[in-house]
């Protein structure tokens, strides 16, 4: 009983189409986000931990480096051989269309990367840069637009500080679709206010929108946030695991099943990882997941 007999997942489907396991190197190309540095907001939304904020986008490894030693890391674990680079850290688009060029073209350079990931928010995604992301998709590459979001709801994006509306959302998601650009929207359950329903009409309306693919996270209060204050001070409380793994199941049942999770559930650095501490008990959670499903007799997309 694996997590795939009941879910299509991003693992399953990338082997399918490629015929071979396809692993996603992570890279931090010292991006800054419009959240933090006051074009849209200051201080970032109230989750995220400003430790290793960089301002300067040249003090990170090369590229290149950082796909070689992620390619050292995977080795240790599985024999892929073919791997998507997954600009994760901060506004992945958040630069001048030259630096996006060069960076994203330096990964594409290498012989084993089929293709980009790339993790950004919905109001830094202008036509130039969803043009040359489909430039790199028509000319065959496994192309993923990762837009956060996290709730559908504008009164939870103001009080979190997202510093973006749904309709921004919207906006980005239907001019990337314009562009035949995949998109996965990322999801977090356990947002300040919001209850098992907020997380199934966020959904709802997302997928109404005709997204691709799915992340869904519980929140972390992790150390230097706003939230980590607001939890300390009684004003916020944590998800506790069944209430997590109870709302991902209602969501997963709700998606279709051609809609691809790239991600049920999240971890946090130990280092920075105040509660739930639950939420680093990765295979507890995912299994939680799958038992759920097994012992509802159900699976992805039974009540979509
Ligand atoms: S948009 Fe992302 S990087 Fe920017 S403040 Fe929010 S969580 Fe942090």
């Given amino acids: 009983m694996v997590l795939s007999d009941y879910v299509t997942t991003f693992g399953q489907d990338l082997l399918k189409r490629y015929g071979e396991r396809v692993h996603k190197i992570t890279i931090n190309a010292g991006f800054t986000c419009p959240n933090r540095d006051g074009t849209k907001g200051k201080g970032g939304c109230t989750f ?95 192309i993923w637009l990762e837009l956060g979001l996290q709730s559908a709801f504008d009164t939870t994006l103001d009080r979190i500080n997202r510093g973006h509306s749904l309709a921004e959302y919207q906006q980005a998601i239907r001019a990337a679709k314009l562009r ?4 996965c929207t990322h999801i977090i359950i356990g947002l300040p206010g919001e209850k098992r329903q907020h997380n199934l009409t966020s959904l709802e309306r997302i997928l109404e929108l005709g997204v691709d693919g799915l992340k869904l996270h519980p929140l972390h209060i992790v150390k230097h946030t706003v939230l ?55 295979w507890s959670v995912l299994n939680g997941i799958t038992t759920e499903l097994h012992r509802r007799n159900s699976k992805q997309g039974v009540k979509a």
């Fill in 228 to 282: 980590a204050k607001q939890w300390r001070q009684g004003e916020y409380q944590p998800l506790d695991k069944l209430d997590y793994i109870t709302t991902a199941v209602d969501m997963i049942e709700r998606t279709p099943a051609n809609i691809i999770y790239h991600r049920v559930t999240a971890t946090a650095s130990t280092e920075i990882l105040l509660t739930p501490i639950w939420c680093n008990e990765k």
């Fill in 180 to 183: 035949n650009i995949p998109v």
């Fill in 48 to 142: 995220c931990n400003n430790v290793s904020f960089s301002p300067n986008v040249r003090q990170t490894a090369l590229i290149t480096d950082q796909l070689e030693t992620g390619r050292q890391v995977i080795a240790k674990r599985t024999k892929a051989k073919k791997f998507l680079a997954y600009f994760q850290a901060y506004t992945n688009t958040y630069a001048d269309i030259q630096y996006l060029t060069d960076i994203y073209e330096q990964a594409l350079s290498e012989p084993d990367i089929v293709g980009l990931s790339i993790g950004t928010r919905p109001d830094c995604v202008p036509n130039k840069v969803l043009d040359l992301l489909a430039s790199y998709k028509e000319r065959g590459y496994e």
